[in-house]
């Protein structure tokens, strides 16, 4: 079995999965997978599926790299335009700042490296830079995320979204479907229209908030708009940001439980990952929206295989991976494959 490259860091990582000419040092085809950051509950599924393939498979190196847990758009972008100056044969990206991602692009098209997106796409006016998108139809978990929020709350109320970059599309994408869903619109563009006592809701000031995928961040602001709104009704995350510190979420959640399980505060979170789902049966959430990322890892390279090693047709654009919806009724049947 070939050796798996779980990497990191841009600058001592990448030195150690190239030699020092520039050249891939292998002899199999290397397919990058590209996270918005590492250490990251929901990337290290899709790590754990790239790996998955590399192993069925055989005849491809899988190359996990990514920015570090507080890393960004620029790093990652750095570490992209790395990948093809040393020669990668295929990169799947989830951009951090699509806008910026695009302009590294540019230049795998040039080099002949096959992209694909996966978890976030590209915007509409560069998406001819990548073969296809891998993952979640991200409009879709906002629209999910707000219809078990009208579940708790029919009379509408007062909403604060959390968001991950603000230049992250898929983010974007699921805020848009969120206040959609609520306003009982269709046709606006992302980050839909915030709302200002539309169909009964409204966006409170300081909303919606960005983390940046900084987890910690994530935390304190859940913990200070708590604080500072006793009367809010629904805390609504477009990702797992504060689940993924389980016992600091605790910590901030636990003093306001029983306005969660009373129905009061509609906190209603993205993904569904097992400590997601732990915290849900211990009454801290109403409600999960999950995606299948050890999917996306592994299709990814299934598809950049496809593409390189077979000389194969290109996959669908985009390529769904699903949806599950849970809710404490239907905690033990949510999960599909």
Known sequence: MMKKLVLGAAGVAALLAFSETGA???????FALVPKNVNN??????????????EEFGDFECLYIGPGEHGGGEEQLQMVNDLIARGVDGIAVSPSNAPAIATALRGAADAGIPVLTWDSDLLPEHQDLRIAYVGTKNYDIGV?????????K??????C???GGAAAANHNERMQGIRDTLAGVEGTEPPGERLDDTNGWTEISGCPLYTDDDFTRAIQQLEDILAREPDLDAFVPTGGFPQFIPDAYRAAVTP????????QLALVVADTLPVQMELMEEGL??????????????QSMVFL???VVENGEHPEDPTYTGLDVCTPDNIDTCIGG
């Open 144 to 152: 999910n995320l707000a219809e078990r929020v009208m579940e708790l």
């Open 305 to 307: 295989r496809q593409i």
């Open 24 to 30: 891939i040092a292998q002899d199999v085809p290397v």
């Open 256 to 263: 306001h439980k029983d306005r969660i399980e009373s129905g």
């Open 161 to 163: 979204i959390q968001s």
């Open 154 to 159: 029919p009379d509408g109320g007062t909403i």
């Open 285 to 298: 959430s109403l409600g999960q929206v999950g995606q299948r990322p050890f999917e996306m890892g592994y």
């Open 41 to 54: 509950p929901f990337f290290d599924q899709a790590r754990d599926g790239c790996n998955l393939a590399q």
